[in-house]
Nanobody, 122 residues
Framework: QVQLVESGGGLVQPGGSLRLSCAASGSIFGIYTMGWDRQAPGKQRESVATIRSRGSTTYADSVKGRFTLSRDNAKNTTYLQMNSLKPEDTAVYYC????????????????WGQGTQVTVAS
């Protein structure tokens, strides 16, 4: 069974840092774009950052210069380094990945992690 497992969330003071990890496991043929979305209470889910298979990245304007997304293709893992955290970054963060799991002719489907809570408060 293919799954994405997130880790690294928690409580941090404003200005602090956290590093989220997301590892894909199971019978995976290929992983393409990986990324993170977040959803704050009462708000719509928004894309935070994405990284393509060759490493190019896209960031939401609200996190540019503070968050850095990277990936280790050998480990099927992506990392979101979050610095200078603000209270408005408080949300549940969800990892996602576009993957082919059924073989070389399979479809590309989007998979999601279970979410990890990030709380920024003093």
């Amino acid at each position: 069974q293919v799954q994405l497992v997130e880790s690294g969330g928690g409580l941090v003071q404003p200005g602090g840092s956290l590093r989220l990890s997301c590892a894909a496991s199971g019978s995976i043929f290929g992983i393409y774009t990986m990324g993170w979305d977040r959803q704050a209470p009462g708000k719509q889910r928004e894309s935070v950052a994405t990284i393509r298979s060759r490493g190019s990245t896209t960031y939401a304007d609200s996190v540019k210069g503070r968050f850095t997304l990277s990936r280790d293709n050998a480990k099927n893992t992506t990392y979101l380094q979050m610095n200078s955290l603000k209270p408005e970054d408080t949300a549940v963060y969800y990892c996602n990945a576009d993957m082919v799991v059924s073989g070389p002719k399979g479809n590309v489907d989007t998979y999601w992690g279970q979410g990890t809570q990030v709380t920024v408060a003093s």
